[in-house]
């Protein structure tokens, strides 16, 4: 009878259709005038790049952009609009400049972003490298794990820890890490399957090799392109991911900020203050689309360069 | 076919008893006497009543038997106490689910019909509309969903005053029951939730038009001059019910997902809203039992999704001889 391909290749949250190909090392010597071609195809990128860099200029400028302190309630400024002198994105209900609080917010939904996507990739590379390498029994237990959980609505992880651990920012990063290591895991035990009876990995075992020399010196240089890539989008989501998390309470808590966090506070200024609600969510979009644009950009150079 | 959904079925059933066992542990690793937990503190001063459920939960046997008591107990409905209010769990889970249920129905109903839609438009149209229909879902995964609800709720129900902001309106039961003001106030919510499946399911959708498009029955069919629509109708559509089909346990994931902070949006009394302010309060019964009831509806659908496979795919059905 025919099996079903329930799942058989990896699911890419942006692009379940195409599986990511695996990268080739090898590429043709260039010239240098080709070489500039090559990187003004990652034009999309530095216009990224450069969205992001001004959100981490803002940051460490922040103290000679602005003269409020973003926890500071002024009662006499509460609820300006856009515009007002002083406070260039308006104040909330109890006066706080939102300028300064979106600042204020940058490295906790950076951070919020990149820890868990750098964490949940470092371990799902681990995982899968390992699985895709070691083949057999260890394999399968692997795999059917990851199966599992790779559907598993990580909402309910993400409530549970925080009903044990309570509700915080470390403790949310750990969830969310938690919910992208099987993706990360299969994809990356489906790139090292397709390398691992490649000429030069069969060479080196032949060589006399060690399992774990190959995999770190050999595979995992092949694994890392894409892993990268993968993980930059992984950022794009999180950020967003996690600002839900704030939004609902489970994530950065106050007088902390991060943009999910100020998106929940603004909600209840909706009727009077729209920007209160709909400028930290702007942000939002805007620092996540940038990282998925950097990855989307580089995948297919990646994939065209193959 | 029978055999693999069986095999589906089991692993499903793993998968629950892994999340019972893993909930009942990590319950038990919260601080505080489990008899806290199983009465909520109003009770506690009952002797008679401790005794009686100290026997009844094996609370003196070993921690697996204790499991099985605990097992037992949910099996039959029984989730013991909620620890803020000291209400049955079972009884404010019951209250959460129809209108969650309600919620997660229209939403996905909405979010297969947008969502297809939306992909055979962005397979067959050409110029600008394909161009935009084809880079909106991307858009859609990373712009958060509860921005999304929030911008809906100023649009209809602050700028044009035409639908309610918040709140539900139940069909059935209270001081006025009525369906058109359940329906008004299902609206919003609904749109809101269904937007990020439907993103995933109209990116899967115009993907495999892009595949079909290359097929010979298709290039037959343009060929002896039917019509694009009904080209995309008749033949495009059962083909892409297919890999919707096969994505189904991650668009139910995201579905979920999206209902928790879409319900928190819209002040929705579901689940949701139930288990986040059950967290804030650390009442660790109603997360138990929400966690476990949604992790439940999860497996249930995705696995009721694996056998709709069997249904639309013939070549599944009716396998060749060999």
């Given at each position: 009878m025919s099996s079903i391909p329930a799942s058989a290749e990896p699911i890419d949250p942006l692009d379940p259709i195409n599986p990511i190909e695996p990268a080739r090392t090898e590429v043709a010597r260039r010239d240098r005038s080709e070489r500039r071609g090559q990187l003004m195809r990652h034009w999309p990128s530095f216009v990224a790049l450069a969205v992001i860099a001004v959100f981490v200029i803002a940051w460490l400028a922040r103290d000679s952009l602005t003269e409020y302190s973003p926890s500071a309630v002024r009662p006499l400024r509460a609820l300006l609009p856009v515009g007002s002198p002083g406070s260039p994105l308006g104040t909330d209900g109890l006066g706080r400049d939102l300028f300064s609080r979106v600042l204020a917010g940058v490295p906790f939904s950076l951070l919020?972003?990149?820890?868990?996507?750098a964490a949940g990739m470092i371990i799902g590379a681990a995982i899968g490298l390992v699985a895709g390498y070691a083949g057999g029994r260890t394999e399968r237990v692997i795999v059917s794990i990851m199966d599992v959980l790779l559907t598993f609505p990580f909402i309910l992880l993400a409530i549970l820890v925080s009903a044990v651990l309570g509700a915080s920012l470390q403790n949310a990063m750990?969830?969310?890490?938690?919910?992208?290591?099987?993706?990360?895991?299969?994809?990356?035990?489906?790139?090292?399957?397709?390398?691992k009876h490649r000429e030069f990995i069969v060479a080196s075992r032949l060589a006399g090799a060690g399992a774990l020399p190959i995999i770190v010196r050999h595979l995992l240089p092949n694994v890392l392109p894409t892993a990268l890539i993968v993980a930059s989008t992984d950022v794009?989501?999180?950020?967003?991911?996690?600002?839900?998390?704030?939004?609902?309470?489970?994530?950065?808590?106050?007088?902390?900020?991060?943009?999910?966090?100020?998106?929940?506070?603004?909600?209840?200024?909706?009727?009077?203050?729209?920007?209160?609600?709909?400028?930290?969510?702007?942000?939002?979009?805007?620092?996540?689309?940038?990282?998925?644009?950097?990855?989307?950009?580089?995948?297919?150079?990646?994939?065209?360069?193959? | 076919?029978?055999?693999?959904?069986?095999?589906?079925?089991?692993?499903?059933?793993?998968?629950?008893?892994?999340?019972?066992?893993?909930?009942?542990?990590?319950?038990?690793?919260?601080?505080?006497?489990?008899?806290?937990?199983?009465?909520?503190?109003?009770?506690?001063?009952?002797?008679?009543?401790?005794?009686?459920?100290?026997?009844?939960?094996?609370?003196?046997?070993?921690?697996?038997?204790?499991y099985f008591a605990w097992l037992g107990h949910v099996l039959q409905g029984d989730f013991g106490r909620s620890l803020w209010t000291g209400e049955m769990v079972s009884d404010i889970v019951g209250r959460r689910l129809g209108p969650s249920l309600l919620l997660g129905l229209s939403a996905s109903m909405l979010g297969l019909v947008i969502g297809i839609s939306w992909g055979i438009a962005a397979g067959y149209l050409s110029g600008a509309g394909r161009a935009v229909l084809r880079?909106?879902?991307?858009?859609?995964?990373?712009?958060?969903?509860?921005?999304i609800g929030l911008l809906l709720v100023f649009v209809f129900a602050v700028s044009l005053g035409i639908l309610p902001a918040s709140g539900f309106a139940s069909p059935l039961e209270g001081t006025t029951p009525s369906v058109p003001s359940a329906i008004l106030h299902l609206i919003l919510p609904s749109l809101a939730l269904c937007l990020v499946p439907a993103s995933l399911v109209a990116r899967l959708t115009y993907a495999t038009v892009d595949e079909i498009e290359q097929e010979e029955f298709i290039r037959t069919a343009r060929a002896l001059g039917v019509p694009r629509l009904r080209i995309a109708i008749q033949h495009s559509l059962p083909n892409v019910l297919l890999p919707i089909i096969t994505t189904g346990g991650l668009l139910i994931s995201a579905l979920i997902?999206?209902?928790?902070?879409?319900?928190?949006?819209?002040?929705w009394p579901g689940i949701g809203t139930m288990m986040v302010s059950a967290v804030q309060q650390r009442d660790y019964t109603v997360v138990q039992a929400g966690i476990l009831v949604v992790a439940t509806a999860y497996v249930l659908t995705s696995l009721a999704v694996d056998a709709l496979y069997l249904v639309a795919d013939p070549r599944v059905r009716t396998p060749a001889q060999e």
């Open positions: 919020f972003g990149a820890v868990p996507a750990i969830a969310v890490t938690l919910s992208i290591l099987p993706k990360n895991a299969r994809l990356i035990r489906s790139q090292t399957l397709s390398l794009g989501l999180m950020i967003t991911l996690t600002a839900g998390l704030s939004f609902i309470g489970l994530g950065v808590q106050p007088p902390d900020v991060d943009w999910g966090v100020l998106v929940a506070e603004g909600a209840r200024y909706i009727t009077s203050a729209p920007n209160l609600a709909f400028i930290p969510s702007i942000v939002i979009a805007t620092v996540s689309i940038a990282f998925v644009v950097i990855a989307d950009t580089e995948r297919r150079i990646l994939r065209s360069s193959q | 076919m029978g055999r693999y959904l069986l095999s589906r079925a089991g692993s499903s059933l793993l998968v629950l008893l892994g999340a019972s066992i893993v909930l009942f542990t990590v319950i038990r690793m919260v601080p505080g006497d489990p008899m806290t937990i199983l009465l909520g503190s109003v009770n506690i001063v009952n002797p008679e009543l401790v005794a009686r459920t100290r026997a009844e939960y094996n609370l003196d046997a070993p921690l697996p038997l204790q880079n909106l879902p991307m858009l859609m995964l990373v712009i958060p969903t509860f921005s997902t999206n209902a928790v902070l879409i319900e928190t949006v819209f002040s």
